[in-house]
């Protein structure tokens, strides 16, 4: 673990962090784009927003079109792999650039090369924090309750599970319930959504009955993806239970949305 703005060791230059803002949080959701950037910056980070960043790649990956995922594939690895880590609010884009560009280039051993050595840095922005700079938030304050969904790609492919609540158990106030079938789906998937709505909808339904039962005020993670599937059905529903990434609420932005005052 590195020294960081949170331990008392010796100063050492602040790593220079690209941070990847995934299609979804730019247009739909870029209060979380800037959570995450105030979140990096407080545990000691030198942090830049490339702007010639697009797409991962994974919904084309995903569909079979491989060589749209090529393109885009490598116009993130020539983008970010000067910086000394790459970090994305999201572990299905994180894992996709960790885990599947290598797969990707499997019959191009430069690219494969470079794919590797970008994925060797890459981190989805919770097991970052926790797990890189060993961070932990200061002077937040949430008087709700919480419960948490586990994404399948951050769970499964970066083993993203303590970290996001260990940074939750920081914030004075905030009380986590835990919630059946926690890990399991949400039935978002990307485009099996799109593909298998009925399946999805089965799947989505299940999960906002779980979601209720917890009695939550809140429902977090850390893929924008699912949240907006969940969020969807809990509303439709007619849930009152409010929808946030988890770095929102660390970093202090989501806090007026449910009567509290930003730190």
Do not use: W
């Not at 970008?118 to 922005?125: I, Q, S, V």
């Amino acid at each position: 673990m590195e020294e960081n703005a949170n331990s008392g060791g010796a100063r050492q230059a602040p790593p220079k962090v690209g941070l990847f803002a995934t299609c979804l949080v730019d247009m739909l959701r870029p209060n979380i784009g800037f959570s995450a950037l105030e979140l990096l910056r407080a545990a000691g980070c030198d942090v830049e927003v490339p702007k010639a960043q697009t797409c991962c790649g994974q919904p084309a990956y995903n569909s079979g079109d491989d060589a749209s995922a090529k393109r885009l594939a490598r116009q993130v690895i020539e983008i970010f792999e000067d910086f000394d880590y790459l970090v994305a609010p999201s572990g299905s884009c994180a894992a996709m650039i960790r885990v599947h560009y290598p797969e990707l280039f499997h019959a191009d051993p430069a690219m494969r090369e470079r794919a590797e050595r970008l994925g060797a840095k890459t981190f989805e922005l919770l097991s970052f924090l926790a797990d890189v700079r060993g961070f932990r938030p200061r002077g937040v304050s949430c008087k709700a309750s919480a419960t948490y969904h586990d994404t399948c790609s951050g769970l499964r492919e970066l083993g993203v599970k303590a970290q996001p609540r260990a940074l939750l158990a920081a914030i004075e106030g905030l009380e986590m319930r835990p919630m059946e079938g926690e890990e399991t789906c949400c039935g978002f998937g990307g485009t099996f959504c799109v593909k298998y709505s009925e399946i999805s909808d089965a799947i989505v339904t299940e999960k906002a009955e779980n979601i209720v039962a917890t009695g939550a005020d809140l429902l977090l993670g850390g893929d924008l993806g699912c949240l907006l599937n969940m969020a969807g059905k809990l509303r439709r529903a007619g849930a009152s239970t409010r929808v946030f990434h988890a770095a929102e609420l660390l970093a202090g932005r989501a806090l007026h949305a449910i009567g509290e005052e930003k730190p």
